[in-house]
């Protein structure tokens, strides 16, 4: 049973989110199976996710700490609907990743390499290293917040999920979607392994060159001139192609060039495909082992395939002279000599494209490789229809686009990697009838010869093969699981654009081919986290954002709250240090306002919570108010769940509390809790402070878990039925149940009319210049009884909040020769004698001097603006501060103006 206790006079964020984190996990509160134990029954269907596992090897960024707290919002939300909530944790083994730094590791620290260790003795290493460092990201990820049920974390190579691999790789094999064939691939000369098309990017605008020389007749009656981009790709060239009809080479397609270099005949071939005649001589080198378009060359033509790099992309023994040079080396040393031979015919700058491994950065080396493959094309037609019949949709849903233009030109996936960390494919190769055993359980002889000489396949698989099982394999299949039969398929996908074709639409084929279901419902895509100046946030930068850092600075709520409020959608978000310490404001802001509420209750208080909802207390206007405006915020938040608005919500949260509840009904209200006011007044203003308050923080729990749940536990000692120790204010629903209040909107309407005349008299005051402290006399004209009552009612606050010595009711507008400010309101006008308030003339002097300074920079501004040069010249956040400087300038010089112009009428009264 809780009891009461007394809130701090200021918030440590440091002290509550290390004691409620610490608290919940102990207590294993993120996990559905804790709701049961108290006896509470879910009312709604299952809502579950599953985390994007981050790398293993990791560290918190900006990007995972945006896509965590994005899905820790949206499951806090669903637990506190009365959803069957799960979401479960892990981490991807990251294949290439996790081995470069462990080799890179070995290297430094004892100058050894994997090779030297051995595959058992290095995968013994990779482990280690996996147990001391790996688990980095998941203590950061605590530090967030993250509700993740840590009693179900997993990991991809955990005995679990490499089960459901090696069933996922049997059965495609054997439904004959895996096969094994030698074609062209990517290598990455890096890290000596193949790449799949998507792990190559692009470098466009590079500037290269287009070398070109000429091949001699082997008759000696004459030379082709060929170019080329790689010229040690010539040592792999077996014909020069020519189109069929082109009359300068049609006699000479069947004859042979000779290779100047390693003195063999090459054939010269007719391919209509390959060559364009207008392009260049009309003439192309084919090198059938080291580019895509040449190796369909060589298979039309049945070329001959030699290929000239090794795994580090040196010249092999098919390099003749060049053998052992690197590939760059090679590329210097064969221009010399070709020129030598008096063969070279010049080089001219080249703008191309190159690709790069995604992983090492490497140029990628086109080159023929027997790997393993997936045919993609029967599972990408199932996973096409599903998002085109809204099965699956994606939010923002323009990047259906995306996912369609790649599905729809999708070509096989080659899953195979030369790699030691990561499942090992299950194959074993026969050296007695070369026949390929695949299956579940580790063969002791050949299926097919009964042959004990097998050996399994040294190569591993893609690490985005495990992750698209990630789903289903998670919840534990192949074995049907409690978890899958309940959970799956998943409620929503969170992740960011870049991984649509990695990831995401490889998820999808895989559980409509194995569960017969989609992976999940929702795919909510969001943007990148950039600085002020639109750059995107990363290390090589110098503008690398530390999420630790952060939320030991401000705390984990306001750097979430800070996340959700930035979260436009389909935009990138921008940094901003000024709106942290805002968010941070805003923790402070609730705590005070509790606090103050605190301070107030009597020790026998208890929430009458019904009789608030069944409008059963003697309310007055500002309650009717406040009630009807949580109302609306309420059904707002509740919205978030299907339209994943969460940087509307979020702000419209942050405008209810800190202006409706704290600034407006928290001040009109203190008259209500005076010592001498009316009992029954006071008990009700209390009644609905505090079930205000326990709605703001049921509210706003999933966007800042931590001060609300401190505060709740605070709140439920005055609340009997939820004042139980092991009562979370994360498992607490939100009543559904709405206040029905469409009848008090002509009551409320007086509340709004109060604002504005507070609103319109503070503005007067801040025009007139008039020192805050200084209490004036304020005349109010009116024909509304009902509006005049309430003001009168309400006489002392109003007072208060604007300052007023008096504030008197006249009966018409009276002709006067004092000079007062009249301001215009819904229900008449608003009046203040001017005399001993303020020196009108002096006034006018003050505002006319800065009406100068304003108009000198909004000159100096335009002259910028306007300056072609500068503008071509000047870095953009130099460009953009002057717009700024403008903009601000013209919105005050607006004001001074109207202020102007107010004050000008008075003296001429």
Same mark, same amino acid.
């Given at each position: 049973?809780?009891?009461?206790?007394?809130?701090?006079?200021?918030?440590?964020?440091?002290?509550? +989110?290390?004691?409620?984190?610490?608290?919940?996990?102990?207590?294993?509160?993120?996990?559905?199976?804790?709701?049961?134990?108290?006896?509470?029954?879910?009312?709604?269907?299952?809502?579950?996710?599953?985390?994007?596992?981050?790398?293993?090897?990791?560290?918190?960024?900006?990007?995972?700490?945006?896509?965590?707290?994005?899905?820790?919002?949206?499951?806090?939300?669903?637990?506190?609907l009365g959803y069957n909530t799960l979401w479960i944790p892990g981490t991807d083994h990251a294949g290439i990743a996790t081995q470069s730094r462990v080799e890179r590791e070995l290297k430094e620290k004892e100058n050894l390499t994997r090779f030297d260790l051995g595959r058992e003795k290095f995968l013994e290493r990779v482990w280690q290293w996996k147990e001391h460092y790996g688990n980095v990201i998941t203590k950061q990820m605590r530090k967030l917040g993250v509700s993740i049920d840590w009693t179900r974390e997993r990991f991809t190579m955990d005995e679990g999920l490499s089960r459901a691999v090696r069933k996922v790789f049997v059965d495609l094999y054997k439904e004959?979607?895996?096969?094994?064939?030698?074609?062209?691939?990517?290598?990455?000369?890096?890290?000596?392994?193949?790449?799949?098309?998507?792990?190559?990017?692009?470098?466009?605008?590079?500037?290269?060159?287009?070398?070109?020389?000429?091949?001699?007749?082997?008759?000696?009656?004459g030379e082709i001139i060929v170019a080329t981009t790689r010229p040690e790709t010539m040592l792999g060239d077996t014909a020069v192609a020519v189109h069929p009809e082109d009359p300068r080479y049609k006699h000479l397609i069947g004859k042979t060039v000779k290779h100047p270099?390693?003195?063999?005949?090459?054939?010269?071939?007719?391919?209509?495909?390959?060559?364009?005649?207008?392009?260049?001589?009309?003439?192309?080198?084919?090198?059938?082992?080291?580019?895509?378009?040449?190796?369909?060359?060589?298979?039309?033509?049945?070329?001959?395939?030699?290929?000239?790099?090794?795994?580090?992309?040196?010249?092999?023994?098919?390099?003749?002279?060049?053998?052992?040079?690197?590939?760059?080396?090679?590329?210097?040393?064969?221009?010399?000599?070709?020129?030598?031979?008096?063969?070279?015919?010049?080089?001219?700058?080249?703008?191309?494209?190159?690709?790069?491994?995604?992983?090492?950065?490497?140029?990628?080396?086109?080159?023929?490789?027997?790997?393993?493959?997936?045919?993609?094309?029967?599972?990408?037609?199932?996973?096409?229809?599903?998002?085109?019949?809204? %099965?699956?949709?994606?939010?923002?849903?323009?990047?259906?686009?995306?996912?369609?233009?790649?599905?729809?030109?999708?070509?096989?996936?080659?899953?195979?990697?030369?790699?030691?960390?990561?499942?090992?494919?299950?194959?074993?190769?026969?050296?007695?009838?070369?026949?390929?055993?695949?299956?579940?359980?580790?063969?002791?002889?050949?299926?097919?010869?009964?042959?004990?000489?097998?050996?399994?396949?040294?190569?591993?698989?893609?690490?985005?093969?495990?992750?698209?099982?990630?789903?289903?394999?998670?919840?534990?299949?192949?074995?049907?699981?409690?978890?899958l039969k309940t959970y799956y398929p998943t409620s929503v996908l969170v992740t960011g654009f870049d991984i649509i074709f990695f990831w995401v639409a490889r998820m999808i084929m895989m559980g409509l081919h194995f569960m017969d279901k989609e992976p999940f419902r929702d795919v909510y895509i969001h943007g990148l986290m950039r600085d002020e100046k639109g750059r995107k946030?990363?290390?090589?930068?110098?503008?690398?954002?530390?999420?630790?850092?952060?939320?030991?600075?401000?705390?984990?709520?306001?750097?979430?709250?800070?996340?959700?409020?930035t979260l436009t959608e389909g935009k990138d978000l921008v940094y901003s240090e000024q709106r942290l310490k805002g968010y941070q404001n805003f923790c402070n802001k609730i705590w005070n306002s509790s606090r103050f509420l605190f301070l107030n209750l009597p020790e026998d208080f208890q929430l009458q919570k019904e009789k608030i909802e069944n409008?059963?207390?003697?309310?007055?206007? +500002?309650?009717?108010?406040?009630?009807?405006?949580?109302?609306?915020?309420?059904?707002?938040?509740?919205?978030?769940?299907?339209?994943?608005?969460?940087?509307?919500?979020?702000?419209?949260?942050?405008?209810?509390?800190?202006?409706?509840?704290?600034?407006?009904?928290?001040?009109?209200?203190?008259?209500?809790?005076?010592?001498?006011?009316?009992?029954?007044?006071?008990?009700?203003?209390?009644?609905?402070?505090?079930?205000?308050?326990?709605?703001? %923080?049921?509210?706003?729990?999933?966007?800042?878990?931590?001060?609300?749940?401190?505060?709740?536990?605070?709140?439920?000692?005055?609340?009997?039925?939820?004042?139980?120790?092991?009562?979370?204010?994360?498992?607490?629903?939100?009543?559904?149940?709405?206040?029905?209040?469409?009848?008090?909107?002509e009551k409320i309407r007086y509340m709004e009319e109060l604002q504005e005349f507070i609103t319109k008299t503070r503005s007067m005051r801040a025009e007139l210049s008039i020192p805050t402290g200084k209490k004036i006399l304020i005349d109010i004209y009116t024909e509304d009884p009902e509006f005049k009552k309430y003001i009168q009612i309400k006489k002392e606050a109003a007072e208060r909040l604007v300052q007023a010595s008096q504030i008197n009711f006249i009966e018409n507008r009276k002709e006067s020769s004092i000079q007062s400010m009249v301001e215009v309101i819904k229900s008449g006008y608003i009046e203040i004698p001017l005399k001993d308030v303020v020196d009108i003339k002096s006034e006018i002097q003050k505002l006319e001097k800065e009406k100068k300074n304003l108009e000198k920079i909004i000159q100096v501004a335009d002259s910028k603006l306007n300056n072609e040069k500068f503008l071509h010249s000047a870095p953009q956040h130099v460009i953009d501060e002057q717009r700024q400087k403008k903009e601000d300038a013209l919105e005050r010089l607006n004001y001074l103006n109207q202020t102007l112009e107010k004050l000008l009428k008075i003296r001429t009264n």
């Amino acid at each position: 049973m809780s009891h009461k206790k007394e809130l701090s006079s200021r918030y440590n964020h440091l002290d509550v +989110e290390e004691k409620w984190y610490k608290e919940w996990e102990s207590k294993k509160a993120f996990a559905p199976e804790y709701i049961k134990e108290l006896n509470k029954s879910y009312k709604k269907q299952p809502y579950s996710i599953v985390i994007p596992p981050p790398n293993v090897t990791g560290q918190l960024h900006v990007g995972h700490a945006l896509n965590m707290t994005i899905q820790d919002v949206l499951i806090r939300l669903a637990r506190k609907l009365g959803y069957n909530t799960l979401w479960i944790p892990g981490t991807d083994h990251a294949g290439i990743a996790t081995q470069s730094r462990v080799e890179r590791e070995l290297k430094e620290k004892e100058n050894l390499t994997r090779f030297d260790l051995g595959r058992e003795k290095f995968l013994e290493r990779v482990w280690q290293w996996k147990e001391h460092y790996g688990n980095v990201i998941t203590k950061q990820m605590r530090k967030l917040g993250v509700s993740i049920d840590w009693t179900r974390e997993r990991f991809t190579m955990d005995e679990g999920l490499s089960r459901a691999v090696r069933k996922v790789f049997v059965d495609l094999y054997k439904e004959g979607l895996i096969y094994r064939d030698t074609k062209m691939v990517n290598w990455d000369p890096e890290t000596k392994t193949v790449l799949s098309d998507l792990e190559v990017e692009y470098e466009e605008n590079y500037k290269g060159e287009l070398w070109s020389f000429a091949y001699p007749l082997s008759d000696g009656s004459g030379e082709i001139i060929v170019a080329t981009t790689r010229p040690e790709t010539m040592l792999g060239d077996t014909a020069v192609a020519v189109h069929p009809e082109d009359p300068r080479y049609k006699h000479l397609i069947g004859k042979t060039v000779k290779h100047p270099l390693l003195n063999r005949d090459i054939p010269i071939i007719g391919d209509a495909i390959l060559v364009d005649p207008e392009f260049g001589t009309g003439a192309v080198k084919v090198t059938p082992a080291h580019d895509p378009n040449d190796f369909e060359v060589g298979k039309r033509h049945n070329l001959e395939f030699i290929t000239i790099f090794d795994e580090s992309a040196r010249i092999n023994e098919n390099g003749g002279p060049y053998q052992g040079l690197d590939r760059f080396e090679a590329r210097k040393k064969i221009k010399e000599d070709i020129a030598k031979l008096g063969l070279d015919r010049g080089t001219k700058e080249h703008i191309m494209s190159i690709g790069r491994s995604q992983r090492s950065n490497a140029i990628v080396e086109p080159m023929i490789s027997t790997q393993w493959f997936v045919k993609v094309q029967p599972l990408a037609e199932k996973a096409i229809e599903v998002v085109e019949k809204e %099965i699956i949709k994606f939010i923002p849903k323009r990047w259906e686009n995306l996912y369609f233009s790649w599905m729809r030109n999708i070509k096989d996936w080659c899953i195979s990697r030369q790699l030691w960390w990561g499942h090992q494919i299950p194959a074993w190769y026969c050296d007695d009838c070369n026949h390929i055993t695949v299956t579940m359980e580790d063969p002791d002889k050949c299926e097919k010869c009964n042959s004990k000489n097998i050996k399994q396949d040294p190569d591993v698989l893609d690490t985005w093969f495990s992750s698209a099982l990630w789903p289903f394999s998670t919840m534990g299949w192949p074995e049907q699981t409690e978890d899958l039969k309940t959970y799956y398929p998943t409620s929503v996908l969170v992740t960011g654009f870049d991984i649509i074709f990695f990831w995401v639409a490889r998820m999808i084929m895989m559980g409509l081919h194995f569960m017969d279901k989609e992976p999940f419902r929702d795919v909510y895509i969001h943007g990148l986290m950039r600085d002020e100046k639109g750059r995107k946030i990363s290390k090589s930068l110098g503008n690398n954002i530390d999420p630790v850092e952060i939320i030991q600075n401000y705390g984990a709520d306001a750097y979430r709250f800070f996340l959700m409020a930035t979260l436009t959608e389909g935009k990138d978000l921008v940094y901003s240090e000024q709106r942290l310490k805002g968010y941070q404001n805003f923790c402070n802001k609730i705590w005070n306002s509790s606090r103050f509420l605190f301070l107030n209750l009597p020790e026998d208080f208890q929430l009458q919570k019904e009789k608030i909802e069944n409008l059963d207390l003697p309310l007055e206007i +500002e309650d009717y108010w406040i009630l009807y405006h949580l109302n609306r915020v309420k059904k707002s938040v509740l919205s978030l769940l299907q339209n994943y608005k969460f940087h509307l919500i979020a702000e419209e949260l942050y405008e209810f509390i800190w202006n409706y509840y704290c600034d407006w009904y928290i001040e009109i209200v203190k008259s209500r809790l005076k010592e001498d006011a009316n009992r029954e007044t006071k008990e009700t203003a209390l009644q609905v402070l505090f079930y205000v308050l326990y709605m703001i %923080i049921n509210l706003l729990h999933p966007f800042m878990p931590f001060i609300t749940e401190e505060l709740y536990s605070f709140l439920k000692a005055y609340i009997p039925e939820e004042n139980q120790d092991n009562l979370y204010l994360m498992w607490l629903q939100i009543p559904e149940k709405e206040i029905l209040l469409e009848d008090k909107k002509e009551k409320i309407r007086y509340m709004e009319e109060l604002q504005e005349f507070i609103t319109k008299t503070r503005s007067m005051r801040a025009e007139l210049s008039i020192p805050t402290g200084k209490k004036i006399l304020i005349d109010i004209y009116t024909e509304d009884p009902e509006f005049k009552k309430y003001i009168q009612i309400k006489k002392e606050a109003a007072e208060r909040l604007v300052q007023a010595s008096q504030i008197n009711f006249i009966e018409n507008r009276k002709e006067s020769s004092i000079q007062s400010m009249v301001e215009v309101i819904k229900s008449g006008y608003i009046e203040i004698p001017l005399k001993d308030v303020v020196d009108i003339k002096s006034e006018i002097q003050k505002l006319e001097k800065e009406k100068k300074n304003l108009e000198k920079i909004i000159q100096v501004a335009d002259s910028k603006l306007n300056n072609e040069k500068f503008l071509h010249s000047a870095p953009q956040h130099v460009i953009d501060e002057q717009r700024q400087k403008k903009e601000d300038a013209l919105e005050r010089l607006n004001y001074l103006n109207q202020t102007l112009e107010k004050l000008l009428k008075i003296r001429t009264n």
